[in-house]
């Protein structure tokens, strides 16, 4: 089946613009989660959802960032006022059961690569 | 906040060779979850550890589970070089969110 999707795969932008990314997850998969990935680093958490709404938004680096799952299955990643240290690779995973359940296995899309100059 | 460190962050081995990945959390969880990452893919889950005392082998490699410690191995049998990739272990604190090391970059020398 159908894996985890994500659009674009590339996006390039200038400082200060409005860039929105797009999740498509497993079908069924109830859990949705947001990570950035830099260079040589591991991914780093943003958010979660359950459903269609936000469970946990801590990761979220500040209130630039914002992400929205409306119909509790495709998500958008939305960043305002994009800055260089945005630039980065956004993960998008999803997961069959609820966070905290012992099947709580995490499938990732292949990323965004966002690039602001 | 949850630590995760691997070791080591690169190695370079021979085909043919065995090694070890090591992975230390700084907190009790009994779900350990192992990567695979090749250069500009996504994350490739390889292995699930849920309890103490897990161990879960595919191929070359082997990865094992011991809470009591906060630490888990990937160990790598006879390396090839379609092994070569970026290793991450990950950490669920039953919370809301994975963990991840900083990942080891293996390369496997013909």
């Known amino acids: 089946g159908a894996g985890v999707s994500q659009t674009p795969s590339n996006k390039v932008t200038e400082k200060g613009k409005y860039v929105e990314l797009r999740c498509d997850p497993i079908s069924g998969h109830t859990a949705l989660y947001w990570y950035r990935q830099s260079l040589g680093q591991g991914p780093e958490f943003l958010i979660y959802f359950q459903g269609t709404g936000a469970a946990d938004d801590s990761g979220l680096p500040n209130d630039r960032f914002f992400a929205v799952r409306p119909e509790g299955s495709v998500s958008t990643l939305k960043i305002q006022r994009t800055e260089r240290g945005d630039s980065a690779v956004y993960l998008c995973?999803?997961?069959?059961?609820?966070?905290?359940?012992?099947?709580?296995?995490?499938?990732f899309g292949p990323g965004t690569r966002l690039t602001v100059l | 906040e949850l630590k995760v460190e691997q070791n080591p962050l690169f190695l370079s081995m021979q085909e043919g060779k065995n090694y070890t990945i090591y992975c230390n959390y700084s907190t009790t969880s009994d779900r350990l979850y192992w990567y695979r990452q090749d250069p500009g893919k996504s994350l490739e889950s390889l292995f699930v550890l849920l309890s103490n005392g897990a161990v879960k082998q595919e191929g070359r490699l082997m990865a094992s589970l011991d809470t009591k410690a906060r630490l888990s191995t990937l160990h790598i049998t006879a390396a090839v070089h379609d092994l070569s990739a970026t290793y991450f272990c990950?950490?669920?604190?039953?919370?809301?969110?994975?963990?991840f090391g900083t990942g080891t970059s293996l390369t496997v020398i013909p």
């Open positions: 995973a999803s997961s069959l059961a609820a966070s905290g359940h012992v099947l709580n296995e995490q499938f």
């Open positions: 990950a950490v669920d604190d039953t919370g809301n969110q994975f963990y």
